[in-house]
Every structure is written in structure tokens, then in C-alpha cells.
């Protein structure tokens, strides 16, 4: 997930051309996200799959995304990292907004072909029958502050591995970042995606959310990972970062 377009990387300013170059591999690249992700967790389809094999999707869906478009944008598909991006000084005020509105856009398209292309009976959530499009809702008998305190944590582990990647230090150790982010998805899924889903991404809950008309504990999927990026971000950059 290196910037080649930030501040660091670039000082000239950033041109038109720049910004829609960045906005549609964001676009893109979110929206493929939520296609393969919710395509790897819909068991109407499927049949009967393992917590793993969801886990499994959803990271091996990024390696691909951050090996098709890091390179062009960061592959951030995720607002949160957008935000701890702009924190570290890797993507400019101008470049801020482009990332969210395509990321938001591309969330709505990736789901909304999802749907079109899914059997309507195969949607569902858990192990129910309701309608769900692979929505992201607090599981069993977790409640939505738990479910808060979980995606915090996640998305602060996860934001943390992403500001590690843009760390300097690390400047010669890019080869390996789609794997390497990829896999940390796949833990992180694995060990707690049975309490929330492990979304760590509001781009990622909100489609399924809009097409499914359905926003049950959706706040704790945008105030959870915000809250868990900032703390991240913000601890990299005054603790790891100061002195360097």
C-alpha cells in the first residue's frame, strides 16, 4: 500500500490528471473489493463454507487490488487509511476527498453488481435467511459496544500494518506489500470476524447497507474504524516517527 502520489513522493503540485488517475483506480479498486468479498461469503451459492474460507476472500481480494492499483493510487480502498495517509503526510488536502467520494462509489457499484449477479434467494447473513448481501452486522449475542471495541482494535492493528508499509524504513521491502497486507486481512478475519465481520473498512459495510436498506448497528462500522485509524495513525507517526 506504498503512495506514489503524496507529498513525500511528489512535491510538485498535483495535476487534474494526477486526480483522475488516483480516483478511478480508487473507484475500481473498491469496488472490486466488495464484488469478490461478498462473492466469497455468499453460501446461498457456495454451499456451506468455513469462517476460513470467507476470511481467505476477503484477504486474497486485497492482494489483488493493492497488485493492480497500488502502484497508481496506494490501493487504499478504505477511508481510514485515506485518513491515516493524510496524517503521515502521504496524500495531499486536494487528493483527500477524491479518494473517500470514489472509494464511496465504487463501494455502491461493487456491491450493486454483487446483487445483480447473485440468485436473490442466496442472500443471506450468518447462518439466517434474511436478505443481507454479505452485510456486516455484530454476530450472536455481541452487542454493538463490543462489536465497537472490536473493530477498534482491529482497524488499529491493520492501520498500524499499513503506516509500517509507508515507513521509510522500510523503503526497500515493497515487493511484498500485496502479500503481506493481503495476509494480515486473513488474520485478522480469522480471529474476530465471527464477532462483527471484521470490517475494519465503512466502504466495505456501507454498500450491502444501501442495497439491502438495512443499517442495523451501522454506526459502530464508521465510528469504530475511524476511531481505531486515528489512534493508529496518529501513535505511528508521534512515537514511531519522531526523531527520525
Known amino acids: 500500500m506504498m503512495v506514489l502520489t503524496g507529498k513525500k513522493e511528489n512535491s510538485k503540485p498535483v495535476s487534474s490528471?494526477?486526480?483522475?488517475?488516483?480516483?478511478?483506480?480508487?473507484?475500481?479498486?473498491?469496488?472490486?473489493?466488495?464484488?469478490?468479498?461478498?462473492?466469497?461469503?455468499?453460501?446461498g451459492v457456495q454451499g456451506d463454507i468455513s469462517s476460513l474460507h470467507v476470511s481467505m476472500a476477503a484477504g486474497l481480494a486485497l492482494v489483488v487490488i493493492i497488485q493492480m492499483f497500488g502502484h497508481i493510487s496506494g490501493a487504499h480502498v478504505n477511508p481510514v487509511v485515506t485518513m491515516a495517509a493524510f496524517i503521515l503526510?502521504?496524500?495531499?488536502?486536494?487528493?483527500?476527498?477524491?479518494?473517500?467520494?470514489?472509494?464511496?462509489?465504487?463501494?455502491?457499484?461493487?456491491?450493486?453488481?454483487?446483487?445483480?449477479?447473485?440468485?436473490?434467494?442466496?442472500y443471506i447473513v450468518g447462518n439466517s435467511t434474511e436478505p443481507g448481501v454479505c452485510l456486516n452486522v455484530p454476530?450472536?449475542?455481541?452487542?454493538?459496544?463490543?462489536?465497537l471495541g472490536v473493530e477498534i482494535i482491529l482497524t488499529t492493528a491493520l492501520?498500524?500494518?499499513?503506516c509500517a508499509t509507508w515507513d521509510q524504513v522500510n523503503s526497500n521491502k515493497t515487493d511484498s506489500i500485496?502479500?503481506?497486507?493481503?495476509?494480515?486481512?486473513?488474520?485478522?478475519?480469522?480471529?474476530?470476524g465471527a464477532y462483527t465481520g471484521a470490517s475494519m473498512n465503512p466502504a466495505r459495510s456501507l454498500g450491502p447497507a444501501v442495497w439491502t436498506n438495512n443499517y442495523t448497528s451501522h454506526w459502530v462500522?464508521?465510528?469504530?474504524?475511524?476511531?481505531?485509524?486515528l489512534i493508529a495513525s496518529y501513535f505511528y507517526k508521534y512515537i514511531f516517527l519522531t526523531g527520525r
Open 17 to 43: 490528471a494526477d486526480l483522475i488517475r488516483v480516483g478511478l483506480a480508487e473507484f475500481f479498486g473498491t469496488a472490486l473489493l466488495l464484488f469478490l468479498s461478498c462473492t466469497g461469503c455468499t453460501m
Open 89 to 122: 503526510d502521504e496524500v495531499t488536502t486536494k487528493q483527500v476527498p477524491v479518494y473517500v467520494i470514489c472509494q464511496i462509489l465504487g463501494c455502491l457499484a461493487g456491491s450493486g453488481f454483487h446483487k445483480i449477479l447473485t440468485p436473490s434467494e442466496s
Open 139 to 147: 454476530r450472536g449475542n455481541v452487542t454493538e459496544w463490543q462489536a
Open 159 to 162: 492501520v498500524i500494518a499499513v
Open 178 to 192: 500485496p502479500l503481506r497486507i493481503g495476509l494480515i486481512i486473513v488474520s485478522l478475519n480469522v480471529s474476530a
Open 221 to 229: 462500522y464508521w465510528v469504530g474504524p475511524t476511531i481505531g485509524s
